[in-house]
Nanobody, 120 residues
Framework: QVQLQESGPGLVKPSQTLSLTCTVSGGSITTNSYYWSWIRQPPGKGLEWMGAIANGDRTYYSPSQRGRTSISRDTSKNQFTLQLSSVTPEDTAVYYC????????????WGHGTRVAVSS
């Protein structure tokens, strides 16, 4: 059973960089044919896919987030990380990490989510 767990600060000040880590257990992030994604849900709004990383360190970003978003991974710890720079209160959201099988149109495993508030 694959499990994903998000971790990171619950509060970030405006203009700072938000950094979140997703720790994966029960499966390796180096396995081919999977994409490891970050998704967020602002209060009262729908889910927003931010980007993903695949084996070989291939990264994919939402056009709306490109430039502020960076996703990387640490294969020795089986973790992948989201960094979002120059945050504003509009980046307040619950952030999820999730796994998607290549060619699938859904995410088959999700973390529980971590709430992040951007406020001074």
């Amino acid at each position: 059973q694959v499990q994903l767990q998000e971790s990171g600060p619950g509060l970030v000040k405006p203009s700072q960089t938000l950094s979140l880590t997703c720790t994966v257990s029960g499966g390796s992030i180096t396995t081919n044919s999977y994409y490891w994604s970050w998704i967020r849900q602002p209060p009262g709004k729908g889910l927003e896919w931010m980007g993903a990383i695949a084996n070989g360190d291939r990264t994919y970003y939402s056009p709306s987030q490109r430039g502020r978003t960076s996703i990387s991974r640490d294969t020795s710890k089986n973790q992948f990380t989201l960094q979002l720079s120059s945050v504003t209160p509009e980046d307040t959201a619950v952030y999820y990490c999730a796994r998607q099988r290549a060619l699938a149109h859904y995410f088959d495993y999700w973390g529980h989510g971590t709430r992040v508030a951007v406020s001074s």
